[in-house]
């Protein structure tokens, strides 16, 4: 038998997504390839293909904390990932969560809305992260839509967001993919007043769990003990990759091309 030494452990807290393309599969294809262990607990299911969603389930508080605490109890955690809560309640079973891993890197995506714009959480559960997650937060990584409701401006640009959702969070990463700029900007902000722009060439299409993609790799990066402004840049980096190498697998939107094709050698 062989044996490795053990990869670093990404708890994931976020919904599954039976298309494949984003959610709980999502974090455990992007971790994989940057090589850490996915630990996926899930929070909510949903009903959607690669076009949109048309419902979703919370599970209960109680189901979640018991995943949760079956991995805290077992594997030495060195970073957590949140995607879709999906409730308030959410939000703070994520909260009471996080006080049994003190000093542990949390990446927050605020998920509320799904690639092709349908529901994954009401607007309340994004005031709920931006008071109580986004706090206990290493970084947030809202879109531009995303923090616009953050932070309720609804027109807001990202600087104007991140001046409103600065004050909560140590690092606020805005992607700018939903803007139609020519190249995409995206911008992280550092409560200190510190800024950096990571632009990169728009690719053509709609994607399906780029979102996803994203922070998970981060959270991977982090959790290998990469420093945070470096493992930004090699999280937009890998993503961006995926993204010029995705697959339309349905009739709806692209999907990250997060690992190699093929794994028998
Ligand atoms: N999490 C779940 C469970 C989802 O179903 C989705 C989108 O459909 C997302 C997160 C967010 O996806 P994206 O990475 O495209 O923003």
């Known amino acids: 038998m062989n044996t490795y030494p053990s990869r670093p452990v990404v708890l ?18 992007a971790l994989l390839a940057q090589g850490c262990h996915a630990a996926p ?3 909510a299911l949903t009903v959607q293909d690669t076009v949109n969603v048309s419902d979703f389930r919370v599970l209960d508080r109680a189901w979640v904390m018991a995943q949760a605490q079956a991995v805290i109890a077992d594997l030495p955690v060195a970073a957590v990932k949140l995607g879709m809560l999906g409730s308030v309640e959410m939000v703070d079973t994520v909260v ?4 049994q891993l003190p000093g542990i890197p949390l990446v927050c995506d605020p998920v509320l809305r799904a690639g092709g714009g349908g529901s994954l959480g009401k607007d309340d559960v994004g005031y709920a992260m931006r008071e109580r997650l986004l706090p206990i937060a290493a970084i947030a990584t809202p879109n531009l839509p995303e923090a ?13 967001c991140a001046e409103k959702l600065s004050p909560f969070c140590r690092h606020l990463l805005i992607t700018g993919g939903h ?5 995409i900007h995206n911008r992280l902000y550092v409560r200190d007043g510190d800024s950096h722009t990571f632009t990169c060439v728009r690719l053509p299409g709609s994607y399906h769990g780029s979102g996803c993609t994203l922070a998970s790799t981060l959270a991977g990066r982090l959790a290998l003990g990469e420093e945070l402004v470096s493992a930004v840049r090699s999280a937009l980096d890998y993503t961006w990759r995926t993204l ?3 697959e339309q697998p349905g009739r709806g939107q692209y999907v990250p091309r997060r690992l190699p094709l093929d794994f028998s050698q």
């Open 12 to 29: 994931c807290l976020s919904g599954h997504d039976p298309s494949g393309g984003a959610g709980l599969q999502a974090d455990i294809e």
């Open 41 to 43: 607990t899930v929070t």
């Open 96 to 99: 009471e969560l996080m006080q």
């Open 148 to 160: 616009r409701i953050l932070a309720e401006l609804p027109e807001g640009t990202a600087d104007e």
């Open 179 to 183: 803007g139609d700029e020519t190249d």
């Open 244 to 246: 010029r190498d995705a």
